[in-house]
């Protein structure tokens, strides 16, 4: 298993709440691909779900929806080719923003 960075919010508020960690990234597993992150952004919508307020079982909150990267492995069963620059859109539940990250193809 590799490992990578991410942004997480460790806790509610601004800027302040984000720390950049190192995680390890999985295997891809049936249909997913790791994609080895060059960009990622933080829009309005991360911004919300740090807002004070939110649901402390949330934490720790991993940060960013859209990324753009290179797919570098590829699980079983996966339309992507190796090589592939790319823009991807990840869902709330499998998100990891991690450089790289795996999402389903």
Not at 41 to 61: S, W
Not at 66 to 82: C, I, K, M, R, W
Not at 87 to 98: I, P, T, V
Request: proline share 9%; aromatic share 2%; glycine share 10%.
């Amino acid at each position: 298993m590799i490992t990578a960075r991410k942004w997480v919010a460790v806790g509610f508020g601004g800027p302040e709440v984000l720390r950049d960690i190192e995680a390890d990234v999985p295997d891809p597993g049936t249909g997913q691909v790791t994609i080895s992150v060059r960009a990622c952004g933080m829009n309005p919508a991360d911004a919300k779900h740090i807002a004070p307020g939110q649901d402390p079982r949330l934490l720790p909150l991993s940060i960013g929806y859209e990324v753009a990267g290179v797919v570098t492995a590829l699980g079983p069963d996966t339309e992507l080719a190796a090589g592939l620059a790319l823009l991807a859109l990840s869902l709330r539940h499998e998100r990891r923003r991690l450089t790289p990250v795996v999402l389903s193809s």
